[in-house]
């Protein structure tokens, strides 16, 4: 699954982006199999979870993010979101959406957006 991440920018702290995530040389069978996930890197820090959802919506978030960003995805679109809300200094980082097949085998990896949030 080819992945391509949009949506990163400078936005002031408490304000707001949305990440998007396309599939679009995949077809939709194949993306209805796979658990899609945003991560983030800051720099000099190692990459980590920021939510997840699998193709049937049930979502998962990291407790720094949780009741502020929201993960979603839109299946017959092959597409990922990623609603970030209140945004703080500490949300700064390189973004990845990511696949995750349900049978196992390689993941995939968005190019990654850079999101930065300024106090």
């Known amino acids: 699954v080819q992945l391509q991440a949009s949506g990163g920018g400078l936005v002031q702290a408490g304000g707001s982006l949305r990440l998007s995530c396309a599939a679009p040389?995949?077809?939709?069978?194949?993306?209805?199999?796979?658990?899609m996930g945003w991560y983030r890197q800051a720099p000099g820090k190692q990459r980590e979870l920021v939510a997840r959802?699998?193709?049937?919506?049930?979502?998962h978030y990291s407790d720094s993010v949780k009741g502020r960003f929201t993960i979603s995805r839109d299946n017959a679109r092959k597409m990922l979101y990623l609603q970030m809300n209140s945004l703080k200094p500490e949300d700064t980082a390189v973004y990845y959406c990511?696949?995750?097949?349900?049978?196992?085998?390689?993941?995939?990896w968005g190019q990654g957006t850079l999101v930065t949030v300024s106090s």
């Open positions: 990511q696949g995750r097949p349900l049978r196992g085998g390689d993941e995939s």
């Open positions: 040389h995949t077809i939709t069978s194949v993306f209805n199999n796979y658990d």
């Open positions: 959802v699998t193709p049937t919506k049930i979502t």
